[in-house]
């Protein structure tokens, strides 16, 4: 059973600043739609970002996950362990809220369609529905988040949150989904990687050791 003093005992700097992260992000909805949100977001555009947030965006899917959770394997299989069920986790919900609850929420390509001067990046491309919650987002948080509560560096884990809302910042920015679908999808992640972690991180046995430890034995 997870004991909440302990949790934001042990990682309070992490906690506090995604919440504030979250707040924001939850004002900035009181005061503007998500409509005016995106396009505010299109319009900060160069070709420097356009390059980074098209390739950062990718830590949000198993192409990139899948082979750091390998690499953890190497270290140490209960770290594996944890960012493994963390993903799982998070995209299976995230998907279950996408194919059977929001399955027809539209994303910003609908509503830009008749817009003028809108800025689209090249080699993108771009979804219609299935808008709520991003799952890139959900992704990324339950990757970064599982490694930021594995370390106890505070300045690893802040490194690893900036790394995460920088993937729903680039799901934004190439106009596949609002910010009410990152803030969601950041939740569910971050859910997904906090119940991921406590309830692994005690469990002994032959989750301590690593490949690593494998191959040097066989020697």
């Given at each position: 059973?997870?004991?909440?003093?302990?949790?934001?005992?042990?990682?309070?700097?992490?906690?506090?600043?995604?919440?504030?992260?979250?707040?924001?992000?939850?004002?900035?909805?009181?005061?503007?739609?998500?409509?005016?949100?995106?396009?505010?977001?299109?319009?900060?555009?160069?070709?420097?970002?356009?390059?980074?947030?098209?390739?950062?965006?990718?830590?949000?899917?198993?192409?990139?996950?899948?082979?750091?959770?390998?690499?953890?394997?190497?270290?140490?299989?209960?770290?594996?362990?944890?960012?493994?069920?963390?993903?799982?986790?998070?995209?299976?919900?995230?998907?279950?809220?996408?194919?059977?609850?929001?399955?027809?929420?539209?994303?910003?390509?609908?509503?830009?369609?008749?817009?003028?001067?809108?800025?689209?990046?090249?080699?993108?491309?771009?979804?219609?529905?299935?808008?709520?919650?991003?799952?890139?987002?959900?992704?990324?948080?339950?990757?970064?988040?599982?490694?930021?509560l594995i370390t106890k560096r505070?300045?690893?884990?802040?490194?690893?949150?900036?790394?995460?809302?920088?993937?729903?910042?680039?799901?934004?920015?190439?106009?596949?989904?609002?910010?009410?679908?990152?803030?969601?999808?950041?939740?569910?992640?971050?859910?997904?990687?906090?119940?991921?972690?406590?309830?692994?991180?005690?469990?002994?046995?032959?989750?301590?050791g690593s490949l690593r430890t494998?191959?040097?034995?066989?020697?």
């Open positions: 059973m997870i004991k909440l003093p302990h949790l934001s005992k042990s990682h309070r700097i992490l906690f506090i600043t995604y919440f504030q992260f979250l707040v924001l992000g939850v004002l900035c909805l009181s005061f503007r739609s998500n409509l005016e949100i995106s396009l505010f977001v299109n319009r900060l555009n160069s070709p420097i970002l356009d390059f980074f947030f098209k390739y950062w965006t990718a830590f949000g899917t198993f192409a990139l996950i899948g082979p750091i959770i390998l690499l953890q394997c190497f270290l140490k299989y209960r770290e594996a362990l944890i960012t493994a069920v963390s993903t799982l986790m998070g995209l299976l919900l995230v998907q279950i809220a996408k194919r059977f609850i929001w399955y027809d929420a539209p994303r910003p390509k609908v509503f830009f369609e008749n817009m003028q001067d809108i800025h689209y990046v090249a080699g993108v491309h771009l979804y219609s529905a299935h808008s709520f919650p991003s799952g890139h987002t959900t992704g990324a948080f339950a990757l970064f988040m599982a490694l930021a505070p300045i690893y884990q802040m490194i690893f949150l900036i790394s995460a809302i920088l993937v729903g910042y680039s799901r934004m920015y190439l106009s596949q989904h609002f910010l009410v679908d990152v803030l969601a999808g950041s939740a569910i992640g971050t859910f997904s990687a906090t119940l991921s972690y406590y309830w692994f991180k005690d469990k002994k046995g032959v989750l301590d494998l191959f040097s034995r066989s020697r």
